[in-house]
């Protein structure tokens, strides 16, 4: 089945460390995103990428880091520097690139908190 | 500048009686509009979208939701709620201009009683 596997579904942290996660899509998309979500919060776009070896900043991305080597692949890295880091972080992928139908396919998300 | 606003943060409805999830958009432009539902810890899906076709859209799940020019409005309705409903939804709009960029709204959460 084609989709987005999300890797780890939870994971915890202490505060100074960095931690990675993993985003694989096998739907052949061009384009990949991430965002964060928070209660009561409408999605927040972190970074995202068009095309392989290229990425772009997104409304939040301070204290966040991605790569795309791969086109299956968009791992984002936490960092020590985001001081708010406790999230549920959803990776999605869409056809082509500049949204042009808006419809985005999700991971099922991972959860990260902050010890 | 393009924003969404979810008047309801919380609608609870019972089993078998219509749900409306109200949504309200600012864009310059002529807007595109999604609704996309979000299960416990899960990934967001795509329920509907309005792309400046006819204004009555409909979506999965027998849901449906109609754009209204004059009151800038996309609200979400389904005519008998089932359980499985029971979610959160997102109202988006798509940014025009240089780049497409989704806006989500807060999010509705529903709650279907038996």
């Known amino acids: 089945d084609g989709g987005i596997t999300q890797s780890p579904k939870y994971l915890f942290r202490k505060e100074g460390q960095n931690v990675t996660l993993s985003c694989e899509q096998n739907l052949n998309h061009d384009a990949m995103y991430w965002y964060r979500q928070d209660p009561g919060q409408g999605l927040r776009l972190i970074y995202y990428s068009q095309i392989v070896n290229d990425f772009q900043k997104g409304d939040i991305a301070e204290g966040y880091s991605v790569s795309r080597e791969k086109k299956e692949s968009f791992p984002l890295t936490v960092t020590s520097a985001q001081k708010n880091p406790t999230a549920f972080y959803l990776c999605?992928?869409?056809?082509?690139?500049?949204?042009?139908?808006?419809?985005?396919?999700f991971g099922e998300g991972s959860r990260l908190t902050v010890l | 500048a393009q924003s969404v606003t979810q008047l309801d943060s919380h609608v609870s409805v019972s089993e078998g009686t219509p749900v409306l999830l109200r949504c309200n958009y600012s864009s310059s432009y002529s807007p595109s509009l999604f609704w996309y539902v979000q299960h416990p810890n899960k990934g967001l899906q795509l329920l509907l979208k309005?792309?400046?076709?006819?204004?009555l859209v409909k979506g999965i799940n027998g849901f449906e939701a109609e754009f209204k020019k004059s009151e800038t409005s996309f609200h979400l309705t389904k005519p008998s709620a089932h359980m499985s409903d029971a979610a959160e939804y997102f109202c988006?709009?798509?940014?025009?201009?240089?780049?497409?960029?989704?806006?989500f709204g807060a999010g509705t959460r529903l709650a279907v009683h038996p």
């Open positions: 988006v709009v798509r940014t025009s201009g240089g780049y497409n960029k989704l806006i």
């Open positions: 309005y792309t400046s076709a006819a204004t």
């Open positions: 999605a992928s869409s056809i082509g690139d500049r949204l042009a139908t808006g419809e985005l396919f």
